[in-house]
């Protein structure tokens, strides 16, 4: 715990570096999905695992925001040892509503 507080510190000299080395990395390991949920709404989540691990966080974003937001979150948690799953509320986040057309008209 000690290290990654220290971690911490060095990283925000550096943020530019961390986001676009070690936290781009480690977000492209993610494991992306979704289930059907109520009504066959999609609802999207994204996931980090490993083998060693034995406890996981999950976290919810609020209203209109994406799991995308929480990279570095997860990135944290990870590292201190837990697994992570972030969900999207559903009809939110990186959910995709089919394009509805007005029935109404301009004048």
């Given at each position: 715990m000690f290290q990654q507080q220290k971690d911490w510190e060095t990283r925000e000299n550096a943020f530019a570096a961390f986001t676009?080395?070690?936290l781009t990395d480690f977000w492209r390991q993610?494991?992306?999905a979704e289930f059907t949920g109520v009504d066959d709404i999609p609802v999207r989540f994204v996931r980090?695992?490993?083998q060693h691990h034995d406890r996981v966080v999950v976290?919810?974003?609020?209203r209109i925001e994406s799991y995308v937001k929480y990279a570095e979150?997860?990135?944290?948690?990870?590292?201190l040892g837990f697994d992570v799953?972030?969900?999207d509320h559903r009809g939110q986040g990186r959910f995709r509503s089919p394009v509805r057309?007005?029935?109404?008209r301009a004048c």
């Open positions: 676009m080395g070690p993610r494991d992306e980090f695992r490993a976290i919810c974003p609020g979150l997860a990135y944290d948690l990870f590292h799953l972030i969900i057309r007005s029935t109404s």
